[in-house]
Structure formats: C-alpha cells, structure tokens
C-alpha cells in the first residue's frame, strides 16, 4: 500500500517532535520555557527568511493569508509551544506527551465542528485508537531508578494544566492554518508568518513586568540544545506539518503528528537506559493499530 505524502510527512513532523522533546527538558529547565520558546523562534524566523528569500516564494501570499497564518502561529505557537514547554519543565517529556496527545481528539471535533470535514467511521475508530494508544504509551510508568526527566517539578496538576492548554492551542492553531494551506501555499513561506508572527508577538511581550527573567546565562551546551531543537522541531517539523495540512484532513493530520510520544519511546530508552515497560510497548501496538485503520480508510 503507498501511504499518501501528506500523511507521511505528519509521521516525519512526529519524528521531529518527537526528538524536539527528548532534548528540550534540560534547556527548557535552564532558560525557562518562554526565553526556550522566544529563542528558539527568533533563530528560525532568519533561517526561513533565508529560505524563501532564495526560493523567491515571497509574493504568493496575500494580506488576509498572511494575517490568518499569523494567528495560527500566535495561537499554536507562542500559547501551544510555550504551554508545551512549561508542561516539560514540570512532568518531563513522557507525561507531558500523553495529555498531549488529547490535541488529536481535539482537533478532529473542531475540524468536523467548524471546518465540515466529514470522516468515515473507520477513521474515526483509527484517531480513537491512536490517541488512545498513544496516552497508553507513555502512561507506563517507568522501572525503579528513575531519571531525571522522570521527575516532577513544582504540582502535577499544575503542569497537567499546562499541557492541556498546549494540546488546545496545538489543536486551534491548525484549524486556522488548514484553510490557507489548503490552498496550496507553499509551506516554508507560510511556516515563516506562522514562526515570525509568534516571535515577535513573543519579544514585545518579554518585556512586560509579569514576564519571568532570564533564569540563568545560558551555557554554550544550552544554546546547542536549543537551536537543534529549534531547527529539527520549528524548521523541518513544523514545515513538513503545513506541507500535510495542504492535503490532508485536520484531525488525521493532527493525529498522525500526535504519535510522537510513541516514537520517542525507543529514543528514551537509547537516552536514559530505561526499557519502557510492557504496558508502553501495549500502547504503542494499539497506537499502530489505529494508523493501520486511518490509512486503510
């Protein structure tokens, strides 16, 4: 069976997010998620301003475009990605991605509520059983010695709040991106309004009184870490996530990206030597399962 690209590049954009989380916890937890999130923008916004500067994309997007991508990265970007952050700081990577995951769900009521999308009842069974599988995941607790990033800073509810807002904001930011992206835009110029309007909405706001300093200079490692996760989460992931808005449905769009907490499952354990345990692994094998029925619709 060929898998539509649309839909494999939402996988690829999984890949990144997924690997985005691994690496983040620690210079989420040195800068703070906000100056994270605000670097991190500020650095890609010139890197895909190079981008389509030299591709000559630049004149393909109209004002009312331009202004409904901005939106949808002020919206799933600045409050997503800051909520999403602030989430890891506190629970880690494997929890925060299991309430995560709720942004699938989420999405495809909002995308059949507002947007009229029809889906078949097998891929409706197919987004049930993957967000399903994929909170099962990662809701595995891990074996005895935990590390670091299995550790909660601060109330679980509170960071429980956080990563519920940033599934909503992950969830809305798409709804108002498929439209435009749906009409073909090419995705790295309008990955740049969407990253560009959230950094600079995110600058102007740092300097507000209720904004948290700068926790610390950052080290050298710390800016490794974040321009890597900048250019393999924002650049390459967030790109290849419009490209599969062009084509396809905002909940399986949305779904397929939200198997990130199940890619990383491996990658956790090639970083901190922990297996995951069987009820994971369960998860994960449901997790196929309900791609098997999206893709077979």
Not at 139 to 166: C, D, K, M, N, Y
Not at 198 to 207: D, K, P, V
Not at 280 to 287: K, P, R, Y
Request: glycine share 12%; proline share 4%; with cysteine.
């Amino acid at each position: 069976m060929t898998l539509p690209l649309h839909e494999l590049a939402a996988l690829g954009t999984a890949t990144c997010w997924a690997t985005t989380g691994l690496f983040a916890a620690d210079a989420v937890r040195a800068l703070g998620p906000f100056h994270f999130n605000l670097f991190r923008q500020l650095f890609v916004t010139v890197l895909l301003a190079i981008v389509v500067l030299v591709s000559g994309v630049w004149g393909s997007l109209d004002l009312h475009q331009a202004l409904v991508l901005s939106a949808s990265g002020i919206i799933g970007i600045l409050i997503g990605d800051t909520f999403n952050f602030a989430a890891v700081g506190r629970l880690g990577p494997r929890r925060t991605g299991a309430i995560f995951a709720l942004n699938a769900p989420m999405a495809a009521i909002l995308g059949w509520s507002v947007l009229g999308e029809e889906l078949t009842l097998r891929a409706i069974l197919g987004i049930a059983l993957t967000a399903s599988g994929v909170a099962l995941a990662i809701l595995g607790r891990p074996r005895s010695g935990a590390h670091r990033f299995e550790t909660v800073q601060g109330r679980f509810a509170i960071g429980a709040g956080f990563a519920l807002a940033a599934a909503m904001g992950q969830a809305a930011g798409s709804l108002i991106a498929r439209p435009v992206m749906a009409s073909g835009i090419d995705p790295y110029l309008a990955s740049l309004f969407r990253v560009g309007a959230s950094g600079l909405a995110m600058g102007a706001i740092a300097g507000l009184p209720f904004v948290p300093s700068l926790r610390a200079r950052p080290t050298r490692l710390v800016l490794v870490l974040t321009a890597g996760t900048a250019i393999i989460g924002l650049l390459i992931g967030m790109t290849l996530f419009l490209y599969a808005l062009q084509g396809g449905k905002t909940g399986i769009i949305a779904t397929l990206s939200a198997t990130s907490p199940v890619i990383i499952l491996p990658l956790l354990w090639l970083r901190t030597g922990q297996r995951p345990t069987g009820l994971s692994w369960a998860g994960a094998i449901l997790a196929v399962a309900g791609l098997a029925l999206i893709f077979s619709r």
